[in-house]
């Protein structure tokens, strides 16, 4: 292939397929180089002038976010943030979103973004202890999509079991709106001795950039552009953007970086891996931090394919690759450690004071551009912003279910996707390898116990997008705060959260308002409970023929368990403990299962949460556990109180015998800020004397798998192992 | 007793099983690189899960090509304890170590869970702890578990009390719910099942405990 001229570039305008805007490529050539930028600096400017590079569309809206907090060793910036627990020892985790890469190749698109995650971890000097993911596609109705489903969950688990790091939880949903555009979103947690904390950073004259890892080829050039871009009919099949994964080079590449950081950070003066946007990205961004230049000489990089040009080198997204600065003295210390680990280690460049970025190939100097450019130049769009349509016309509405069967719905609710049990896909990644979990997938968060400690860090992925798409703010709060009672429920104290904020074409001014109101949503309640946000990526442009997904903010959020004897489950223990519900339950039917179910749509506006009443809350079940007079502890959701009572007594196949002031309706309800908790009737006095505030005492855990309830309108009893059926077998037979 | 680790390029449960014998039964133990040619000065080898070098061609088919393993068959030929554990029971059937073959699963997805297993021979040095069809609940953790043999295979395995352990049910296909077996002297055990990440009743189950205690038990019948 012929590169075309700067002046081609400029008169064809190529630049746009690339996604650069006629006014950015003007703003490059007239104000920052003064010149017509070359075929290959044309292409690092589109790759890091990208929304999923630059943040260019979001920035102003993630400034609202907090991310401080007395615990926070280092947040946004960095590959990923880090909160202090204690004894020298932090937490380093951090989320990132695979949608497109996994909707054109489902298997390569999930098992990259799990690879892609788990090298922002590592690249911090931490040892990575455990994998989470938030999945979300259209409704299992046809080949297609259980296709996507099968491949993007054969994916996680295929490079996360060979890597060998547990995947301890996550969630599944489906909704319409993901069909053609469904959200891979990926979690990684690791520990780290905060000695061995390194940033990304390229410093000091003449300090050596060493290529590590697998070599280059020409797969996913452009997936930061294509990540910023759009579905639609005719518009979805660049399978050259997508990436493939080798877990197995990774497994090196992940023991080889952690082993020299903890044996020899003399070594390492700055590493970061190569992830969207490849080469340029990681140097361009070390160099940037650190106020440095940089020279690269693209013919000593590993290539596993002929004849690449300078432009491809710099774009490929080829995966399991780092880069390290070191000093010069210890190049062959380093040369020589990852040869013992029988990985590729070359010298390609170094550092320099003059703050250029300068790329040689084949003797010819292809881009010399100021590095800052790349990193700190791109203009930051204030989008025009407007209240969906939808919200105004819908504000009133209120939806009031009708039930004729308590049963009946209740059964029915069970199998619903989104409520039944996820174990067809869970069951399928390895969550137990290391030997430290402590909870596995299936209750509310994830817990990992660290070995030589008596402390444990709580997991969790949380999203209803239908929440945020019938009001963004209200449901941003929600996300972040079901995540916190998850970490509660399961022991722990909420300390830190990541997000992967997903929504649609942020040109669109209600989509703009989505972002805006939810990031608006998200902040007001981390700020409330001193979760800081470390962390997180944004993926905008997530539409299929100009229609956009639920605004979709996930919420990762990390707890601190300081002694493993408080970790809880959702399960109920023993026969004849009592069972409350703590937290008043109110008509709160739009946007839940229920509606979805009576309607098959969901309508209205969501109540204001009390974030105060929240937060009393989760700490009195805080204490509750801290006190150790909690058996079990269960976040309610979607399904209301009827499915967090059926989950918490499938496990240990026991039953319930309860009467409640609430309405057989009211038992779907999905009021927020209420756990469902046992207790043993000895500590039953203790219990209300601390909690004081809205619970109600149900009644007790029974041996047989029966479920006997009594509403204010009816008394139904039901066969347990039949509702469990329904909730275990409903995925496996919408799959087959 | 001091036990070998061996660790091949993707092997992943290698600290796990370092872990189980050094603070599960607390004797010594060692990582060993697959590139070592000596296991001198060691009384058993342990080869742990994981994906050596990523299951590339067939499970365990490259690893039986690295410098260590002429001396985990010098070990298994002297009569020595090895035990391979899910990617190592691969690398053993691989090796012809042990009779049968581990092939993809029935439903040919991974399964990761805990599963009860039967103890079928309780008078082995890796089970005289446990006694003969006693339960214990073991995680499993696999994609290309389902042991395969022919059916002479089977019944000289069945002839010679070399079914060591098996699934209460169907669990991914395996013949006659075989879950691990030894060899004729029966000093070499593979198993899919992974005892290691049953040591402590925090994680779920410490019925893996016995299986490590057995082999000491059986050391110090020897030794004496």
């Excluded at chain 1, 996707?417 to 137990?432: E, G, L, V, W």
């Excluded at chain 2, 050596?52 to 010098?74: C, F, M, N, Q, T």
């Amino acid at each position: 292939m012929t590169e075309p001229t700067a002046k081609q570039i400029k008169d064809e305008k190529n630049y746009q397929q690339w996604g650069l805007t006629d006014s950015e490529y003007d703003l490059i050539s007239q104000k920052i180089l003064k010149r017509l930028p070359n075929y290959t600096e044309t292409g690092l400017y589109s790759v890091m002038w990208s929304e999923h590079c630059s943040y260019k569309n979001s920035k102003k809206v993630l400034r609202k976010m907090p991310n401080k907090s007395s615990r926070v060793i280092a947040g946004p910036g960095e590959d990923a943030g880090i909160l202090d627990i204690g004894d020298d020892q932090a937490v380093v985790f951090k989320a990132e979103s695979h949608n497109h890469p996994s909707a054109v190749e489902p298997y390569q698109g999930a098992a990259t973004g799990v690879g892609g995650i788990i090298r922002d971890i590592f690249s911090m000097g931490a040892q990575p202890i455990a994998l989470l993911n938030s999945l979300k596609f259209g409704p299992l109705k046809d080949g297609k999509t259980k296709h996507l489903v099968d491949e993007v969950v054969a994916g996680i688990g295929g490079y996360g079991n060979c890597i060998g790091l547990p995947t301890v939880g996550g969630e599944v949903s489906f909704e319409d709106c993901y069909e053609n555009n469904p959200l891979v979103n990926a979690m990684c947690v690791g520990l780290l001795n905060k000695t061995a904390f390194k940033h990304g950073t390229a410093s000091g004259d003449k300090n050596l950039i060493v290529y590590v890892g697998a070599k280059t080829g020409r797969d996913g050039i452009h997936g930061a552009t294509f990540a910023s871009d759009e579905f639609t009919d005719t518009k979805n099949k660049q399978r050259s953007a997508v990436q493939v994964g080798n877990p197995f080079i990774e497994k090196l590449l992940m023991d080889a970086c952690v082993e020299i950081i903890e044996k020899h950070p003399e070594w390492v003066l700055g590493i970061q891996d190569m992830g969207a946007a490849g080469l340029v990205s990681s140097t361009a961004e070390m160099a940037s931090k650190a106020g440095s230049g940089l020279v690269l000489n693209l013919d000593n990089v590993p290539q596993r394919e002929t004849e690449m040009n300078a432009y491809e080198m710099m774009l490929s997204e080829s995966q399991e690759r780092m880069v390290l600065c070191i000093k010069p003295e210890y190049k062959d210390d380093v040369l020589d450690f990852f040869k013992d680990y029988e990985l590729d280690a070359v010298v390609i460049g170094q550092v320099t004071t003059d703050k250029q970025y300068k790329i040689y190939h084949q003797g010819e100097l292809v881009t010399d551009i100021p590095v800052d450019s790349l990193t700190e130049d791109v203009p930051e769009y204030d989008r025009p912003e407007v209240e969906p349509q939808r919200m105004i016309d819908d504000r009133d509405y209120k939806f009031v279910p009708e039930i004729d069967s308590l049963e009946e719905t209740w059964n029915n609710l069970l199998k619903q996707p989104n409520i039944a049990s996820k174990k067809h896909f869970y069951q399928t990644y390895d969550s137990q390898v290391k030997a430290n979990t402590l909870v596995k997938p299936g209750s509310d968060a994830g817990v990992i116990r660290i070995r030589g400690t008596k402390k444990a860090i709580a997991m969790t992925n949380d999203s209803n997008s239908k929440y945020v798409y019938l009001n963004p703010y209200v449901g941003g709060q929600i996300a972040v705060m079901e995540a916190a009672r998850n970490i509660v429920a399961a022991g722990g104290e909420p300390i830190g959260v990541t997000d992967c904020l997903n929504y649609g074409n942020p040109e669109n001014p209600e989509v703009y308002w989505e972002l805006d109101k939810s990031v608006e949503g998200i902040s007001s309640a981390c700020e409330k409970i001193d979760t800081p946000v470390i962390s997180g990526n944004v993926s905008l442009y997530n539409e299929y023929n100009d229609v956009a997904i639920y605004p979709s903010p996930m919420i990762g959020m990390v707890g601190l368990i300081d002694d493993i004897d408080k970790v809880t489950t959702s399960a109920f223990k023993e026969a004849g403990d009592l069972i409350y519900v703590v937290g008043e339950t109110a008509d709160d039917f739009n946007g839940s299962e229920l509606q979805m179910q009576q309607t098959g749509s969901i309508k209205g506006d969501l109540r204001p949460l009390d974030l105060t009443e929240e937060k009393l809350h989760q700490d009195l079940i805080r204490m509750a556990i801290g006190q150790k007079l909690i058996q079990s502890c269960h976040d309610l959701s979607e399904g209301g109180l009827a499915v967090a009572l059926s989950e918490s007594a499938f496990d240990n196949s026991l039953g319930f015998d309860i009467k409640t002031k609430l309405t057989s309706a009211q038992m779907f309800s999905e009021t927020q800020s209420r756990f469902l908790v046992s207790i043993k009737e000895s500590d039953k006095d203790e219990f209300e004397k601390l909690i004081k505030t809205d619970f109600e005492c149900l009644g007790y855990v029974t041996q047989e798998h029966i479920f006997k309830v009594t509403t204010a309108d009816e008394t139904v009893l039901m066969d347990g192992k039949k509702a469990a059926n329904n909730w275990k077998e409903a995925i496996s037979c919408l799959m087959k | 007793m001091k036990f070998a680790v061996v660790n091949f390029p993707g092997s992943n449960c290698d600290m796990d099983l370092y872990y189980a014998i050094r603070d599960g039964i607390k004797e010594e133990v060692e990582l060993v690189d697959y590139r070592e040619t000596s296991l001198d000065g060691f009384d058993g080898v342990l080869i742990p899960g994981g994906f050596s070098y990523g299951d590339y061609l067939r499970s365990g088919a490259i690893a039986v090509h690295a410098p260590v393993v002429k001396e985990i068959v010098r070990f298994a030929n002297e009569g020595k304890i090895v035990l391979g554990i899910c990617n190592g029971f691969q690398i053993l059937t691989e090796l012809g170590l042990l009779p049968g073959a581990l092939i993809r699963n029935e439903k040919s997805r991974f399964i990761c869970e805990t599963v009860t297993l039967k103890v079928i021979n309780d008078k082995t040095a890796f089970t005289n702890c446990y006694q003969e069809n006693e339960e214990i609940r073991i995680p499993i953790a696999h994609g290309e578990g389902r042991y395969y043999c022919d059916d002479k295979t089977l019944a000289e395995l069945k002839a010679n009390d070399q079914i060591i352990f098996k699934y209460d049910r169907n669990v991914n296909g395996s013949v006659d719910q075989i879950a691990g077996v030894t060899n004729k002297q029966k000093n070499v055990l593979g198993m899919m099942p992974h005892p290691e990440r049953a040591i402590e009743d925090i994680l779920g189950s410490d019925d893996g405990l016995k299986l490590f205690q057995s082999i000491i038990n059986y050391q110090v019948r020897v030794n004496n």
